[in-house]
C-alpha cells in the first residue's frame, strides 16, 4: 500500500514492505546536549568545601531606575521575533485573513501576533496582554509602537466566522509545511528528500466550562459543561498538526476521519509513509477507513467487543510468545550493565497500606503475545490484530486472612502496519501514544491553550488557533536552532531558559540592539540561535 524498499529481486516473490523504524528522540534532561555546567566551571565559594558560612549573604541592596534604554525580562522574544521574520508570519496572516473593515491601527496579524506571543512569554488570559503593552523592550524588538487591549483582543476573536477560521488555519497549516521543509533539509541534509516515518497520535481532551453563555457547549459524559476538542500531534516532539474544538457530548473519534483526510496529505508530502495511533475510541470503520483511503498505516488499541475472549483461547499455546514491556526491558539491559551497581529496593508503602487496609491488590505476573487475523464486520478488510494476555494475581481480604486468586485479562490492538513490525514491536509503538497526555496536560498548565475567553465559539476555535501557533512557536525553535534535548522540556521550563532573561533593547544606526545578560546562564545558547535564524 505505502511505498517501501523490497529485498527480493523483481523476478522472485516479493516481501511484505519495509518500514523504517524512527530512532528515539532525546528525551527530556539537562545533562543530554550539554546545558549542564560543567562540575570545574562551577562558581564554588571562597574556601569550600570548608567554608563558615552560608553561600546566600542577603547584602543591603540599592535600588534606582535606568530611563537611558528600555529594560525588558523577556530577552528571550528576540528568537521569535526572528522567527515570524524569517517565515514572514505577518504577511501570510495579512494575505489571508480579513476581519478588519479598517485598520485603525491594527492589521490582522497585529491581534494574532500579539496575541500569540502573550502566551508564548506565559500569558493565561487576554489581560495578561497588557503586561506586553507596556514593556517598552518587547515593544522595539517587535518594531511596534503599541499592542492592542485585552479588551480590543476579545473583539478581534469575536468576529470570526467559519471562513476567515479555514483562513487562519490554512496559514498554520502553510506555515507548519514550510518548518517542516527546513527542518527535513536539516536532518536529511538534502532539499528535497523524504523523512521516514511521521507518527501522529489522536486524542480529545474535556475541557470543563463555567461560563453558562458559551455558544457550543454542552454535556460531557461526566456530565459536566464543556468542550471536547480533538488534537493531533506529532509523536516525541508534540507538535500539533490539527486541533478542532467541539462540543462536550460528541465522542472522541468524531470528525477524525475527517482531519485525517486533511492531514495526510500534508504529511505524505513531507514523510514517506504516516502512522496514527489513538485509544479505543478511535477503533472505528470510519476511522480505519480515512487511514486506508490516505494510504497511512493506523495502530489503535482495540474495543473489548463480547465475543474477544472466546477468540483468545482459541489461539494454541504455541503461538503466544513471552513479553515483557519496553520499559522493563530497558531496565533489564541496564542492570545488565557492569558498571551498574544494583541499589536495594525499598518497601512497597503502597501495597502494605492497601494490605493493611483490605483494599484488593491486583499485580502484573506475566504476560504473553499473540497474533490472528481479523476482518472488520460489513467489510472485506483483514487487519491485523494482536492480543496481549496477561496473567494477574488479586489478592483481597484482611490481613491475616487474604485470599490469593489468579485471573487472565486481555488488551487488544487492531492495526494495518507490515510484517516488517513484529507483534511486541506493534505492542511497544501503540502505546508510545500515551505520552500525548503530557503533551495535552501542558497545552493546559503551560500555555493556557484551553482557557475559551469569549462566549462565541468560533472564537473560542480561533483561540485554539492562535494557541497553536505559539505552542509550535516554542517546537520549532527547539528543533531549528536549540539544543535537541529542548523539544521535550515542559513550557515552565523553556521559560526560565529561552524566555526569561534580561536584557536592554537600544536603537543604534537604523538597527535594534539587544543586549543579553551575560550572567544568564543560557546566554550562549541563544546567541547561537540568534545566528542561525537569520537569513
Not at 98 to 117: T, V
Not at 124 to 149: F, I, N, W
Not at 162 to 179: I, T
Not at 211 to 237: I, N, T
Request: hydrophobic letters at 35%.
Amino acid at each position: 500500500m505505502l511505498t517501501g524498499k523490497c529485498k527480493q529481486p523483481c523476478n522472485t516473490v516479493r516481501k511484505a514492505f519495509q518500514v523504517k523504524k524512527r530512532s528515539a528522540h532525546p528525551r527530556a534532561s539537562h545533562v543530554n546536549s550539554g546545558t549542564s555546567v560543567p562540575h570545574d566551571e562551577l562558581p564554588w565559594p571562597d574556601g569550600w568545601p570548608m567554608r563558615d558560612r552560608p553561600v546566600i549573604g542577603n547584602p543591603k541592596l540599592q535600588a534606582e531606575t535606568d530611563e537611558d534604554a528600555p529594560i525588558t525580562a523577556y530577552g528571550g522574544v528576540m528568537l521569535a521575533a526572528d522567527f515570524l521574520r524569517r517565515f514572514g508570519v505577518a504577511k501570510r496572516l495579512d494575505g489571508a485573513v480579513e476581519l478588519l473593515k479598517q485598520h485603525n491601527p491594527y492589521h490582522e496579524s497585529d491581534h494574532i501576533i500579539a496575541q500569540a506571543m502573550n502566551l508564548y512569554v506565559g500569558g493565561t488570559c487576554l489581560e495578561d496582554m497588557a503586561k506586553l503593552q507596556g514593556d517598552e523592550g518587547v515593544l522595539r524588538m517587535l518594531k511596534a509602537c503599541r499592542l492592542p487591549d485585552p479588551t480590543t483582543g476579545g473583539d478581534f476573536l469575536r468576529r470570526f466566522d467559519q471562513a476567515s477560521l479555514g483562513e487562519l488555519r490554512r496559514v498554520n497549516d502553510g506555515l507548519q509545511d514550510d518548518v517542516w521543509k527546513v527542518i527535513g533539509r536539516k536532518q536529511t541534509g538534502r532539499r528535497k528528500r523524504k523523512r521516514d516515518l511521521a507518527v501522529v497520535d489522536m486524542d480529545g481532551h474535556f475541557k470543563e466550562l463555567y461560563g453558562v453563555q458559551k455558544e457550543g457547549a454542552d454535556f460531557s459524559r461526566k456530565g459536566q459543561w464543556s468542550y471536547h476538542p480533538l488534537v493531533f500531534s506529532l509523536a516525541g516532539v508534540g507538535e500539533t498538526v490539527a486541533v478542532r474544538n467541539r462540543p462536550g457530548n460528541v465522542q472522541s473519534f468524531e470528525g477524525a476521519d475527517e482531519e485525517i483526510d486533511c492531514c495526510a496529505p500534508r504529511l505524505h508530502e513531507r514523510f514517506r509513509n504516516v502512522l496514527f495511533r489513538g485509544d479505543s475510541d478511535f477503533d472505528r470503520p470510519v476511522v480505519r477507513e480515512a487511514c486506508e483511503r490516505n494510504k497511512a498505516y493506523f495502530a489503535f488499541v482495540s474495543r473489548q467487543w463480547s465475543d474477544r475472549p472466546q477468540m483468545a483461547m482459541k489461539v494454541p499455546d504455541f503461538a503466544w510468545k513471552p513479553y515483557r514491556s519496553k520499559s522493563q526491558r530497558e531496565r533489564d539491559a541496564h542492570r545488565a550493565r557492569k558498571e551498574v551497581r544494583r541499589r536495594k529496593r525499598k518497601r512497597n508503602n503502597k501495597r502494605r497500606r492497601a494490605r493493611q487496609r483490605g483494599y484488593t491488590d491486583l499485580s502484573l505476573v506475566t504476560q504473553w503475545v499473540a497474533e490472528v487475523p481479523y476482518t472488520s464486520p460489513g467489510t472485506d478488510k483483514t487487519y491485523r490484530l494482536v492480543i496481549r494476555k496477561q496473567l494477574l494475581e488479586e489478592e483481597c481480604g484482611k490481613p491475616g486472612q487474604r485470599e490469593l486468586w489468579q485471573r487472565y485479562r486481555y488488551r487488544w490492538v487492531i492495526t494495518n502496519l507490515p510484517r516488517s513490525y513484529n507483534a511486541q514491536e506493534v505492542i511497544d509503538e501503540t502505546y508510545q501514544r500515551c505520552d500525548q497526555e503530557n503533551f495535552i496536560e501542558q497545552m493546559g498548565s503551560g500555555l493556557a491553550m484551553w482557557r475559551m475567553p469569549v462566549r462565541e465559539f468560533d472564537g473560542n476555535c480561533a483561540w485554539l488557533e492562535i494557541a497553536r501557533l505559539a505552542w509550535n512557536l516554542g517546537k520549532w525553535l527547539a528543533q531549528l536552532a536549540l539544543p535537541d534535548e529542548v523539544v521535550r522540556w515542559e513550557w515552565k521550563r523553556f521559560r526560565l531558559a529561552f524566555v526569561y532573561i534580561a536584557a536592554k533593547v537600544v536603537h543604534r544606526a537604523r538597527q535594534v540592539l539587544v543586549r543579553l545578560a551575560g550572567s544568564h546562564r543560557f546566554s550562549a545558547p541563544i546567541l547561537e540561535a540568534h545566528v542561525k535564524l537569520q537569513v
